[in-house]
């Protein structure tokens, strides 16, 4: 079953005038992309810095509106929805941030953050709401005792599992994460990752994870598109693409993830040389 389908997606944003610039440009920051994400299924989407990933992540979410194309939402064309009529999707299709602290009130405790979409949502219950935070924490790995602490008292790694907990709880189907790891040292990672296997086995998500960096994604995504300048170049298994790289910026992106078996890293240096 087809969860998420984006049919030839395009976003141009208009630039004005400015004191450096003497001419109105333009920007196509998403170009002509389409896919589709099977129920069940983890896409990575990799590419470099201003390649168009996170505009792509709002136009699936339903935060901007493309200049053309359609995104499907299982079968349900939703490109043209009002803010309200995107209510009856946003439940099922959350997203988690790169730096979840920017995305929380810091007014709000740990019991607050998590159970505001529950409280936008419908469950008007305080007493249920504190059940289902309570069950959310303990599914992202975090203990009891936070659930009063404010997120600047926590460690980054502790706001990132807020933040999952706060896409998670209103159980939907589909989550987007844009680099959510990116600011956390490599053990952390490590273990979001593994957080987030974890929760897809349990929960059954779907994922479309953002990414620019290629060895985060190879064991964990079923398949992987890679963007140059708003363009899906290449689209394939995590494993297909490390074993046969078709395009160019692809192999590139391999050859800069650091090899650990030293013996391989040897053949990889006399490669090199030889070539
Ligand atoms: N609101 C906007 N107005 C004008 N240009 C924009 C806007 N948002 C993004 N862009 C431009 O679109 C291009 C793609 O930006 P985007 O943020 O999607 O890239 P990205 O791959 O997510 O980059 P990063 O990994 O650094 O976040 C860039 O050239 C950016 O300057």
Redesign the pocket.
Known sequence: MKLLEAVSLN?K???KRGWFTSEARS????NDVSFSLESGETLGLV????????????LLLGL?KPSSGRVLYRNMDYTDWSFSEMRQIRSRMQMVF?NSLASFNPLFTVEQIIGEPLRNYGERKAGARRILVADTLELVGLEQKHIHSYPHELSGGQQQRVGIARAIALRPELIIC??PFSSLDVTLRKQMMDLLQALKRELGLSYVF?T?DLSVVNRFCDSVAV?VQ?EIVEKQSGEGLMQQADHPYTRKLLSSIPVQDPRLRRKDREKEYRE
Do not use: F, N, P
């Open positions: 976003k944003y208009g630039m920007v196509q920051a998403v590419g470099e810095s201003g390649c168009g990933k996170s505009t792509l992540a709002r901007e790169q844009d680099e953002i620019h963007m708003g």
